[in-house]
C-alpha cells in the first residue's frame, strides 16, 4: 500500500472544509476526528480500521492525510509540509501535488528500493544454498566424467570379453562339427541343420572377432553374435550329440551303412562301468537285459514302472534311438512320467492306451514263483492297473530282490493304498485279518502321511510268514476289506523278472518255471569297437604286433585272436539266452534240468556256424541269423568247462 488515499484540509478557525481530495476512496467519518484534534498545533496518527489518518495542526488550519495502516507515516507527514506551502488550497491544487513527477519518482525509487531489499534478504538467506549448489554441480560433472570414463573401460571389457565367448563357441561348434558329422549320432535331422548352421555362423563370426581383434581392438562391429538361446541350443545339443556319440560308440553296433531303426547289440551287456556301485550295476544290468529281452522294435506301447531300477530302463529303451519315435509310454506315477518327458519321450496314460506292449517295473521283492511285493513307492495302484493292461509284464530288480519267500527281505509290510477316510477302520481290518501292528505310512519331511499319486493313504501291514506261504489268497483277503484300493501283492502276473547281480550276471526267473543265468558278458575291444578291432588287426602303426596282449592298467584286455573268437562265442551264447527267454521252445532240444546242457553238434557243424557267424560282420541286425549261426557254437562253446549257462526248472 504505497499510495495517499485522501487529503483533507479543515480551517477550524472558520470551522470550514477548505479540501477534501478523493473523499469516496476511504469510508471513514473524518468529522468526527476533527472534533477530537485539539485546537493548540499538534500532530499525529489515528489508526483507523484499516487506515491510517495522519494529521498536523498548524494555526488553526488542520492538515489530514488519510493512507493504508502499512503506509509510510513518515511519508505522510512530509506530503503534509509540502502541503503547507501550497499557495493555493484545492483539490486540483492537492491532486496536482500528489501527482508530480517528483512525486512519482519518489514513489517507484521507493518501490524499487523495497524490491531490492525484499531480493537481497532473500538471497542473503539463500546464500549457503546457492554455494552448496555450485558445489554440487561441480560434484556432479567431476561424477560424469569418471563415469563416462568407466564406463567407456566397461564397454571395452564386456566386448573383450564377448569377443572370447565368440571365439570359445567357434571353437566348440568347430568340435561339434566334427563329433557330429555323421548324422547318425543325431536325433533329428532338425537338428543336425540347426547344428550345421551354427557351426558355420560360429566359424564365421570367430574369424570376425579375430579380425577385429587384431585391427581395431578399440571398436565395435555390428555382431553377428548368435544370441543367448542359440548359443544355449547349440550347446545343449551338442552335448547332448557328444554324449549320445560316445553312448553309440559304447552301445550300439555302428555302421555308416545301417539305417533306422538301430539294433542294440546284444553282446553286449554294461558291466563294468566304475561309476555305479555294485548295486547300481545289478539294477542296471537287469534293466539292459530285461530291455533287451522284452522290449522289441515293434513294442509301440510300453509301460514304465516306478523305483530306482527304472531309470536304467529307460536309459536302455532311449539307445533303441529312432524306435522311440514311434512309441508311446505310460507311467505309472510322478516320477516314471518325469523320466517319460525328461528323455523326450511320447508321454500318454492307460486310459488312452489300455492295452500295452510290455510293461517294465521295479519289485520290493520277488518269490519264487514271481509273486511280488510292491508299493515301496507308494505307486502299485497304477503299476498293478499296467501290469495288468500289458501283454508282457517284467519284472526288473537288483539281486537283493530275490527271494524264496515274500516277507524275507521286505519287512515293512504289505502297502495298501486305502480311501484316505477310511484308514482307521482299514487299520483294525487288517490287524484284524492277521497283520502285525499295521501302521500308516508317514511322510518324510512332510506332516502327516504319505498321499499317492491317486490322493489316498498307504498302510504297511507286515504278516507273518505262514501268509506269505499264499499270497495270492493274503491278497484276495485284503482287497476284500472295504476302503481298500489297492494291495502291493502282484500274484501270477510277471512273464519274467531279472535279477542283476553285482558279479555282472543276470538271474531270469520265468513264469513256466525257467531260471536261466546271463553271465557277465565280457568287455573286449572287439565288442565295444568292432571296426577298429579289424583295423587294428590289419594296420600296425608302430610296426608292433597288435594281437600282443595289453598289460597293466587299462579299460580293455586285447587278446589274441583265438581269445578274441572265444569271447566273441560267449557273448552269442548269451544272446541264445536272450533268445530264449523270448521263445522258450526256440533252443529246447534239450529238456534240462538242473543238467549242464550238452551238444550233439559236430565240430564240423560248429566250425560252419563259427565262419557264418563271423561273415555277419558286426552289423547284426537279424537275431535269428545269429541263432542260426550260434546254435553249435553256443554249445560246448566253453573250452574251459566253465558253467556259463545253466537252464533248469525248479
Ligand atoms: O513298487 C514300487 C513303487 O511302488 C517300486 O517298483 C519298488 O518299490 C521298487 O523300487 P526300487 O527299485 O527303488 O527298490
Known sequence: MTTINRVLIFDSNKAELIVDYNKDSVDVDVHKIIHKIPPNNSKLSYLYGDYLVNYESVDG???????????????????????QHLDDLSDDSVASLLNTPTHQLHSNINQVKQVMIDNVDQIISRGDRIDNLVDRTNDMSSQAFAF???????RRQMWYKNKRIQLLTGFVGVVSGFFTSESTLIKHQADALFIHVHVLWAFIDTLLALLVFILAPNCTIPSFNLNIISTYKLAKLTGSCLLRGSQLRMNFITSPSQTTPKRLNPLRLHTSLPTLSPTEQGKRIAAYAAVDANVSLDSRVIGIGSGSTVPYVIERIVQQGEANVQRVFIPTGFQSKQLIVQNDLVLGDVDQYP??????????????????????????????VLAEAANIFVIVADERKNSKLLG???????????APFAYAKVLQNVQK?????????????????VVTDNANFVIDAPFSESYYRDPKELLMRIKMLTGVVEVGLFCGMAKAAYFGYS?????????DGTVC????????????????LEKDRHESRNGLQNVTKKQGAGPHAWGTYDEEINHYELGVKDTLVGLRMRNPHAAEN??????????????????????????????????????????????????????LVDAHVE
Open 408 to 418: 524275507t527281505t521286505w519287512t515293512q509290510g504289505v502297502p495298501i493304498e486305502v
Open 355 to 384: 492295452a500295452i506292449d510290455v510293461t517294465l517295473d521295479g519289485a520290493d521283492e520277488v518269490d519264487g514263483n514271481l509273486n511280488a511285493l510292491k508299493g515301496g513307492g507308494a505307486c502299485h495302484l497304477r503299476e498293478k
Open 517 to 532: 543265468e546271463q553271465a557277465s558278458t565280457r568287455e573286449t575291444t572287439h565288442n565295444v569297437y568292432p571296426r577298429a
Open 61 to 83: 488550519i488542520i492538515y489530514l492525510v488519510i493512507t493504508h495502516k502499512d503506509f509510510d507515516r513518515q511519508k505522510s507527514f512530509g506530503f503534509i509540509s509540502k502541503l
Open 433 to 449: 485279518l492277521g497283520a502285525m501292528r499295521p501302521t500308516l505310512r508317514m511322510g518324510v519331511r512332510k506332516a502327516g502321511p
Open 503 to 511: 558279479n555282472g550276471s543276470v538271474l531270469i526267473r520265468s513264469a
Open 590 to 643: 534239450s529238456d534240462t534240468r538242473h543238467q549242464r546242457r550238452t551238444s550233439n553238434v559236430s565240430v564240423e557243424d560248429r566250425d560252419n556256424a563259427r565262419k557264418e557267424r563271423l561273415s555277419l560282420g558286426n552289423d547284426i541286425t537279424d537275431l535269428s541269423a545269429i541263432a542260426r549261426s550260434s546254435a553249435a557254437g553256443s554249445v560246448n562253446a566253453n573250452a574251459n568247462g566253465d558253467a
Open 148 to 154: 563416462r570414463k568407466r564406463s567407456t573401460m566397461l
